[in-house]
């Protein structure tokens, strides 16, 4: 991506900040995951956002002081016995080509750096640092570390959170966006023609995963969220991912899994046949979840509210289930359908998103209804990639295909 977009990013991100303030972001640290070894790094969505580097342990500071906007990006110092055993650190230059930022300094000074600016005259008033999803218990992370810093040694300086303006920036999709997003949903098509063509009953799951994963890598691609394969009863677990299991004759397999491009998810969700045909009660339920896209898609627009799509697909199988004797109350459509239609997708595979979870347009969404039977042993979800556009939703995930005859036809 151009660092022009960057650059935009950046200042559309200081337009929004109040005077007199600072914003920090952190690239993050991977955590350690035991004596020797530490988890895959994964870069702080927001840091990628506005700088464009897939770096660790880098800090952004924007600054927005008397109207004047200055930007300040830390980095880690040459260091060359790391080099040598674990490879080739960031340079100033090229963090500076890749991001477009001027003013590059040792990530070493940042903590002093921070503190005497804290101190100065010209020291912000507030303090913008990211806060999101956090278990009650869990460890701090950079952000809050940083907050509890501040809170005790400078408490007359407000902690403000950027959630609110990262997730209106976010939201709305560009051109480069959608393009990588499109990239990533080129991978996800590209494997899962590759699990068609190999599955089998007899077949485990997890070699279903390390089929789908290993043309991921091929493409210097990686699964944007834990893969999920789950045949026969495993598919009502929605997020099934022990992956164990032997396939049998005759179920089915769901599979809901993503590709990344450039930090960019996709995410989709196909149901096959293990057999290559679905017996006729399959056919019948996949038919009624297939049409119940249309229904999301025709309920779609921006302005529309999430909980409204929901609702017309949850009327839509209060009728399918009727239709196939399962239920005579709509309210037991909650047994067989417990979660919501779809989510917002970009660097996150379940995005930030607005309050009032209405759909505005360049959102890009995800489509995902699903009926799941446990005593018939049936889970069948179908999950598309869309964009909402002012004169219609854009399937960005159309090629992959969906319908019982292409399905069929694929897997002879």
Sequence with gaps: MNKNFFINNRAKFAKKMEDYSTAVFFSGIAPRESADQSYEF?????????????????????????????????IPPVDEYFEKWFGILMKEEKAMEVSGIKSIKNKNEFAEQFASRLSSSDRPDNVYIFSYITDKNEPYDLYRGLAHWLRNQYPAINIKSSLDIITELRSSKSEEEVEEIKK???????????????????????????????QLMLKGSRPSFKTIGASGE???????VDLKQKIEDGSMI???????????????????????????????????????????????????????VNDAVKAHFAKGL???????????????YYHSIGHPL??????????????QENNVYTIEPGLYIKEEGIGI???DDVLVKKNGIINLSSDIIKTVKDIENFMK
Aim: glycine share 6%.
């Design 381 to 383: 979800r179908i999950e």
């Design 42 to 74: 994964s870069v702080d969505r927001n840091f990628f956002y506005l700088t464009g580097i897939d770096e660790e342990d880098m800090v952004l500071l924007i600054n927005k002081i008397g109207g004047e906007v200055s930007e300040t990006l830390y």
């Design 234 to 240: 495993n598919a009502v677990i929605l997020h099934y």
């Design 254 to 308: 769901l599979l809901d899994l993503g590709a990344l491009s450039n930090n960019y998810a996709s995410d989709i969700t196909r149901t096959y046949p293990a057999s290559g045909k679905f017996s006729q009660r399959q056919k019948d339920v996949y038919n009624i979840v297939l049409e119940a896209q249309d229904v999301a898609v025709d309920a779609m627009h921006p302005g529309a509210f999430e909980v409204d």
């Design 322 to 336: 009727k239709s196939l004797n399962i239920i005579k109350d709509n309210r037991d459509v909650e047994k067989y």
């Design 184 to 214: 990533a949903i080129g991978y996800t098509k590209e494997a899962l023609e590759f699990v068609m063509k190999n599955l089998n009953p007899g077949k485990f799951e997890y070699q279903v995963r390390a089929d789908f994963e290993y």
């Design 346 to 359: 970009g660097l996150d595979v379940h995005d930030l998103r607005r309050r009032d979870k209405t759909m």
